[in-house]
């Protein structure tokens, strides 16, 4: 199965440390505007989604949104959310931690698009 969304075991290893501390999360990829365009994490429901957000999927057992016109132009890649040495954005809850979340992309097969719909 194909998933728009998925995440490598540095992040992973990150949202555990993250839950024990914060209970359970959420994710929204910004749109660009006061921290760039990074995926930032909240304490679930901390962050109101609405109508203009997509589900992309789940990482780490945490729900991914991103806004839809954001969508349009990322549909046909699979985001890979990782973790770097640095500060994240300020809204972020891994900011204390030295690192920050940060999304890479590859572009899906046709065979992966077609399989997504």
Same mark, same amino acid.
């Given at each position: 199965?194909?998933? /728009?969304?998925?995440?490598?075991?540095?992040?992973?290893?990150?949202?555990?440390?993250?839950?024990?501390? =914060?209970?359970?999360?959420?994710?929204?990829?910004?749109?660009?505007?006061?921290?760039?365009?990074?995926?930032?994490?909240?304490?679930?429901?901390?962050?109101?989604? @609405?109508?203009?957000?997509?589900?992309?999927?789940?990482? @780490?057992?945490?729900?991914?949104?991103? @806004? /839809?016109?954001?969508?349009?132009?990322?549909? =046909?890649?699979?985001?890979?959310?990782?973790?770097?040495?640095? /500060?994240?954005?300020?809204?972020?809850?891994?900011?204390?931690? @030295?690192? /920050?979340?940060?999304?890479?992309?590859?572009?899906?097969?046709?065979?992966?698009?077609?399989?997504?719909?």
């Amino acid at each position: 199965m194909v998933e /728009r969304v998925i995440a490598t075991d540095a992040a992973l290893a990150l949202i555990a440390r993250l839950k024990v501390k =914060h209970g359970d999360l959420m994710f929204h990829q910004s749109g660009g505007c006061c921290d760039g365009s990074a995926p930032m994490c909240y304490a679930l429901g901390e962050f109101l989604v @609405g109508d203009a957000d997509v589900l992309l999927g789940h990482v @780490g057992g945490c729900p991914f949104y991103m @806004g /839809r016109a954001q969508f349009k132009y990322w549909r =046909h890649t699979q985001l890979i959310i990782d973790v770097v040495p640095g /500060r994240g954005g300020m809204f972020s809850l891994e900011g204390p931690e @030295g690192l /920050r979340f940060l999304t890479r992309s590859r572009v899906f097969s046709d065979a992966e698009a077609a399989e997504l719909g």
